[in-house]
């Protein structure tokens, strides 16, 4: 079954599954990226195809405002999604708001894709510079281990095609998308709790 196949029978369920007054989201997959490296290429393409797959992608320039808190509105949208794609790039260990993305997104126990472009994984490294203080760094470190050590997609912007790529890392976020709702589902059955359905606020299933 492929990407789009499997997209349509997620949403299905997820229509199947909506309540008289389902929790509205904000979003279904979160977005951590460089945007000095990644922004105009891998990530806006991979923001948009998923976009069109229905879901709803969080990607800070498309999804805030002029007046809105940074580190709330971005905290609060890694707390409530489903997956996180982890777009490392060679610069990305150089922000302190890409780590504490991903540090959020590991603490917050969310299924991460990692995207590694034009950099290897044993290449990503916290840089001391004394500008963060030593709690950070390891929070920061430990962050890092763990996503280094998690199976994604690596890709070479040089020689590699970048809709393979995009396609590539939607495919593991559908998958990722489909065990998250298996798993609120089992919930619901043990507890008797309700859980937000991933999308359910997504109108009619794009036909493809």
């Not at 891998?42 to 195809?49: E, I, K, P, R």
């Not at 959020?104 to 001391?128: A, G």
Request: proline share 5%; hydrophobic share 40%.
């Amino acid at each position: 079954m492929n990407h789009s196949s499997r997209a349509m029978s997620l949403i299905q369920r997820q229509v199947l599954n909506q309540r008289s007054r389902p929790i509205r989201m904000p979003c279904d997959v979160f977005i951590n990226h460089r945007g000095i490296d990644t922004k105009r290429t891998v990530t806006s393409l991979l923001y948009d195809h998923l976009s069109w797959l229905n879901l709803r992608p969080f990607l800070d320039n498309k999804n805030m405002k002029p007046g809105d808190k940074l580190f709330e509105k971005i905290d609060a949208a890694i707390r409530d999604c489903k997956v996180g794609v982890t777009v490392f790039s060679p610069r990305y260990c150089e922000s302190y708001f890409c780590l504490h993305e991903l540090a959020l997104l590991m603490e917050s126990k969310k299924k991460i894709v990692p995207l590694f472009c034009d950099i290897k994984p044993s290449e990503l490294r916290v840089l001391d510079t004394g500008s963060i203080p030593e709690m950070g760094v390891k929070r920061f470190k430990a962050a890092l281990e763990e996503a280094k050590f998690t199976v994604g997609v690596t890709f070479d912007s040089v020689n590699g095609n970048w809709s393979d790529a995009v396609t590539s890392v939607a495919d593991m976020v559908i998958d990722s998308l489909m065990e998250v709702q298996e798993e609120e589902q089992l919930r619901r059955r043990s507890t008797g709790i309700s859980f937000p359905d991933v999308a359910q606020a997504s109108p009619i299933v794009k036909q493809y």
